[in-house]
């Protein structure tokens, strides 16, 4: 069974930065491409940054030039590095894994594998 986990989210002020984790138990396919989608009750669920082997990214517009996602050469780990954290930020931020294409931001269900997610909070 395959597993994701997620941490490293908390509560931070405006302009602020985290990095989250997600590494992955059980048996997954190689290669592996993963992402990171958030939640709210607001935006639903919003595919925010996906990498893919050799080291493509691609990001939401919402995204683009605060966060930076990243994995481990071994696609069992990645990362989502955020700076200048906005109060419109706040949601769960789950991590997801194994995705058919190789380019571009799946939405949220092409993925294979996703986790429960980690908190993050940012205050004005």
């Known amino acids: 069974e395959v597993q994701l986990a997620e941490s490293g989210g908390g509560s931070v002020q405006a302009g602020g930065s985290l990095r989250l984790s997600c590494t992955v138990s059980?048996?997954?396919?190689?290669?592996?491409?993963m992402g990171w989608f958030r939640q709210t009750p607001g935006k639903g669920r919003e595919v925010i940054a996906s990498i893919y082997t050799g080291g493509g990214t691609a990001y939401a517009d919402s995204v683009k030039g605060r966060f930076t996602i990243s994995q481990d050469n071994a696609e069992k780990t990645a990362y989502l590095q955020m700076n200048n954290l906005k109060p419109e930020d706040t949601a769960m931020y789950h991590c997801?894994?194994?995705?058919?294409?190789?380019?571009?931001?799946?939405?949220?269900?092409?993925?294979?594998?996703w986790g429960r997610g980690t908190q993050v909070t940012v205050s004005s």
């Open positions: 997801a894994a194994d995705v058919a294409r190789a380019y571009g931001l799946p939405p949220w269900y092409e993925y294979k594998y």
């Open positions: 059980g048996y997954i396919g190689s290669p592996n491409s």
